[in-house]
């Protein structure tokens, strides 16, 4: 079955950097593309970035310039590499992925960005 295994999450100052990883299985993962979504408390789940199977990218406008998101097929992993971190980055991060009709979530991983 499909799993999504986010880690790297963690408490980071205002301005500093974070690594996220989502070490994927149960799937051919370079088939697929792969996304990173966010829900910060209150809000609803917004995307972050994805991309596709032949590693084009794209992010919404309010990381473009500081995050870029990766993928490394051969560990079957999606990276977000996350810098110039802000306040409003407070959030949970999400892997996701579309397999066939089923949309795959992980289990989330918390960033939490303090002043």
């Known amino acids: 079955q499909v799993q999504l295994v986010e880690s790297g999450g963690g408490l980071v100052q205002s301005g500093g950097s974070l690594s996220l990883s989502c070490a994927a299985s149960?799937?051919?993962?370079?088939?697929?593309?792969m996304n990173w979504y966010r829900q910060a408390p209150g809000k609803e789940r917004e995307f972050v970035a994805t991309?596709?199977?032949?590693?084009?990218?794209q992010y919404v406008d309010s990381v473009k310039g500081r995050f870029t998101i990766s993928r490394d097929n051969g560990k079957n992993t999606v990276y977000l590499q996350m810098n110039s971190l802000k306040l409003e980055d407070t959030a949970v991060y999400y892997c996701n992925t579309n397999v066939g009709l089923e949309n795959y979530w992980g289990q989330g991983t918390q960033v939490t960005v303090s002043s």
């Open positions: 991309i596709s199977r032949r590693s084009n990218t």
């Open positions: 149960g799937f051919t993962f370079s088939g697929y593309a």
